[in-house]
């Protein structure tokens, strides 16, 4: 397709989904319309990847991780079957560290985060915001009702294939393993979504991540990347099931709600941070936050069924569209179905 035809359709594209956006604003209010501002800067910003990877300007090491992602970007379509289309194929220099700033809270004496939902893709349990602000604004809102609230920062973003999304400088803070799942995690979104199911999207999303950056490094050979990626996994692991036996402890308080349960639940949270401390090479971004019901929301979001979609790729023998048909099929069940189907897989 010629680049003039090109830029008509997402033209088009642009004013359809533009008008949408601010129609829903002046029903909604101003939160639509911080999305539309921040989504034109992220485009206003964005440049052809292969312009700045031969810009004698760029910095080498960037130029390095760009063509990196590229490649990483075909492996992606061509060994992985995520989305061939023009996303992840240009470049934005946001020049600050996060694109968005997520909002998570949940009642003071429950793990369930609560939702907000959104024109096109449903129910989700976070609320995102440009401005860090706005994010900090609604997260004291949120904590005068007495809510557990977390904001965390966002390297990255899909807009579900509607249109080209661009790597972006926040998300080149992370090394290169890392980095290269991100960007599989970011497709897979473009893959599979549901709406109303933030969990099953992320832990998907997370898998996808997790299989494809294996893959990646028996294709590269790079064994020294690959074992650091292990360690790491492996610490990823170790804290997961730390967290897991926290939530048990909590999830039991809060059903028995004793006369102390606050107190209780101040305790078990600062044994929590005891433990995070003993571990040497903790990265996980526990050290300057408030440890609440909120935060610990976030980890089972993006990991909590990694068990059931490991045990589905296992059945498959590593064959991706054995692994999407099988994931296909549950996304097609009723929610409460395939989160017991979940549960199945993940405890055979």
Known sequence: MPASQKRNRLAVRVRTVLAALFTAAMLQGCYYLQAVNGQLGVWNKSRPLTEVIEDPATDPNLRRRLQLLLDA????????????NGSYRNYADLQRPYVLWN???????????????????????????????????????????????FVGGVPAYSTLGRFDDPLLNTMMQRDDADLIAL?????????????????????????????GLQAWFEKSGDSDSANLWLERQALAESRMQLLDATRQRLSQLYEQSPADVREK???????????????????GGWQSVELNNAWLATFDLYRGD??????????CAGAWPCFYDAVDALGAMPREARAQSLAELAGS
Not at 121 to 149: H, S
Not at 265 to 271: A, G, H, I, L, N
């Open 306 to 315: 990694l068990p059931a979609f490991r045990k589905l790729f296992a059945d």
């Open 183 to 211: 960007l599989f995690h970011e497709l897979a979104h473009q893959r599979l979504y549901l709406k109303d199911d933030t969990a099953f999207n992320e832990t998907f999303a997370s898998a996808v991540a997790e299989f």
């Open 265 to 283: 639940k101040r305790q078990v949270f600062e044994e929590l941070r005891t433990a995070l401390a003993g571990e040497s090479a903790d990265k």
């Open 73 to 84: 970007r075909d492996f992606a379509t061509d060994r992985l079957l995520l989305p061939d």
């Open 103 to 149: 909002v998570i809270a949940t009642p003071e004496f429950s793990l369930e985060p609560r939702t907000w939902c959104y024109l096109v893709v449903g129910c989700l349990a976070y609320r995102g915001y440009f401005d860090i602000e706005d994010a900090e604004r609604l997260a004291d809102k949120l904590a005068a009702r007495g809510l557990d609230v």
